[in-house]
């Protein structure tokens, strides 16, 4: 499975958006990028997963990298609902053997 | 749809002891999986399986035993309990992508929160 890095924390306003950073250099042409959150004593939640194309859902958007090496995750408007643990992962053949790291705490600031 | 159910929420365990903590998906997903989730990290793979009778190991496998006898039900099975088992433990679910490589979203349960003393 590909690695993924991404920072330890970030801090964002209400109202304002935010990009989420994830670099996978070792990512295979065909892992699939996937965004989970998990809120405080929940599971993960799934919020967005792309190949190759930019991707957009309700929840957010996936800016994939064209050398597929890095991605952002778009919150167009951060909530204070949004505040979470934010893991970007990529896999491959099923998604059981995704491999979460420590993620990106968001904490939004109101 | 009730989803992913895991049961029990909390269970204090004595080293030693045994247990199964359940998990069922109402989804008709071909893929379970089984992650732990210790303070400060990310989540883990136990075990999983892509299908009734077909179950595979992940990262972190030894002290724990599956089984896959309906699509429904993933069990994991604790032998012989010790204190670094104390986690939270998350049964995951997803459904096969026919076309190809995975591309289906994993569906998390609520958790199990196991204190091994």
């Known amino acids: 499975d590909a690695k993924t890095t991404q920072p330890n924390s970030m801090e964002s306003n209400e109202e304002e958006p935010v990009h989420l950073p994830c670099n996978h250099s070792?990512?295979?042409?065909?892992?699939?990028i996937h965004w989970y959150r998990q809120l405080p004593s929940q599971g993960p939640e799934y919020v967005i997963h792309?190949?190759?194309s930019n991707v957009n859902n309700r929840m957010a958007s996936l800016a994939i990298a064209e050398d597929r090496k890095s991605s952002t995750l778009i919150l167009h408007r951060a909530t204070l609902r949004d505040a979470a643990v934010y893991y970007c992962?990529?896999?491959?053949?099923?998604?059981?053997?995704?491999?979460f790291g420590a993620g990106t705490i968001l904490r939004v600031k109101s | 749809n009730a989803g992913v159910t895991q049961t029990p929420k909390f269970q204090v365990l004595k080293t030693g002891q045994s247990m199964t903590l359940q998990c069922a998906q109402d989804?008709?997903?071909?893929?379970m999986s089984w992650y732990r989730q210790d303070p400060g990290m990310g989540l883990r793979l136990i075990h999983y399986?892509?299908?009734?009778?077909?179950?595979d190991q992940g990262e972190v496998p030894n002290g724990y035993n599956v089984s896959r006898s309906t699509t429904e039900d993933f069990p994991l099975r604790l032998l012989s309990a010790a204190p670094s088992q104390t986690s939270v433990y998350f049964c995951?679910?997803?459904?096969?992508?026919?076309?190809?490589?995975?591309?289906?979203?994993?569906?998390f349960g609520n958790g199990t929160r196991l204190t091994v003393t």
């Open positions: 070792t990512i295979s042409g065909t892992d699939y």
């Open positions: 399986s892509v299908g009734a009778g077909i179950t």
């Open positions: 992962i990529s896999g491959g053949e099923y998604g059981n053997k995704l491999v």
């Open positions: 995951a679910s997803s459904y096969a992508d026919r076309l190809g490589p995975y591309n289906s979203p994993l569906h």
């Open positions: 792309g190949l190759t």
């Open positions: 989804m008709n997903h071909e893929y």
